[in-house]
């Protein structure tokens, strides 16, 4: 008797590659993450971290390559036209993401952050949009904070936010880059509290970080990167304990439970992953 297939991956990457004026990013990329996986990427600056996560919902366009997430794929094969507007959205539907930056309205109380994008977007009766809005505030641990003004939260506040927020659209992957980068020490556990519940659950994520002890806990993998190449692939205790590669090795000898203690050593100059605008709600 035949074992049955395997499910497909959740997320494909096949052969991306990405530059910025002239400068390579991404080289020649294919990263796969089955449903229900946490993926964390690693790697020293300019690597191409970010870059490969915007890509994984084209925010950032490749220029060569292809990108599956769900049922839902994008071939950016040489003579491909690029994606319209309407595809794109398609697309990113299936994503949820959290920046560095919260990116909440400003003019809006946290309960409507989170239903904004439902009602505009989604076309979500309000009703129903305001009941998962409150459950979803509840989930993050902030259903006391629904009536209040972003202006009056805490940095780890308003990440919990954004990520109620994402998850408001039901997206089928949560991407996070550097969630909590921005945010003061004593703020980090609690916006890591959440990505754990979230793991637990099941939902697959991809997520960019420096936190080694966080993704070591709670990734079912995780991918070394440099250089705009994927150097290290595997299971995250081994890759963080154990791993197998010089260039890795090297990186993590710099950090202790999740804190970097020095400066990466000197290489050759890599070039820094260009800012870019933030994406729109929804």
Do not use: W, Y
Request: aromatic share 4%; with cysteine; net charge neutral.
């Amino acid at each position: 008797m035949e074992s049955p297939s395997p499910a497909p991956a959740m997320i494909e990457v096949r052969h991306l590659r990405k530059a910025f004026g002239g400068v390579p990013v991404l080289r020649d990329v294919s990263l796969t993450v089955s449903r229900g996986e946490a993926v964390a990427l690693i790697g020293p600056s300019g690597s191409g971290k970010s870059t490969l996560l915007r890509c994984l919902n084209l925010l950032t366009l490749p220029d060569s390559g292809a990108v599956r997430v769900g049922t839902q794929a994008m071939d950016f094969t040489g003579g491909q036209r690029l994606p319209r507007d309407r595809d794109l959205a398609a697309f990113r539907a299936r994503t949820g993401m959290v920046f560095q930056a919260f990116n909440l309205f400003p003019h809006l109380s946290v309960l409507g952050n989170v239903m904004e994008g439902p009602v505009t977007v989604l076309r979500t009766a309000p009703a129903e949009a305001r009941e998962r809005a409150l459950a979803l505030l509840d989930k993050v641990g902030l259903a006391d904070k629904a009536a209040a003004s972003p202006d009056r939260l805490s940095g780890g506040q308003k990440q919990r936010v954004a990520i109620a927020r994402a998850l408001a659209m039901r997206p089928e992957v949560m991407l996070f880059d550097e969630a909590t980068s921005a945010l003061d020490p004593e703020l980090v556990g609690e916006v890591l509290a959440v990505v754990r519940q979230l793991a637990a659950e099941g939902m697959t994520m991809v997520l960019v970080t420096h936190e080694m002890a966080f993704a070591r806990e709670v990734a079912d993998r995780v991918v070394f990167l440099r250089d705009g190449t994927i150097v290290e692939d595997g299971p995250a205790r081994q890759v963080i304990d154990a791993p197998r590669e010089a260039a890795t090795r090297a990186f993590l000898s710099h950090f202790h439970r999740g804190a970097p203690l020095a400066a990466e050593p000197a290489a050759p100059a890599e070039p820094a992953e260009p800012a870019e605008p933030a994406a729109p709600a929804g």
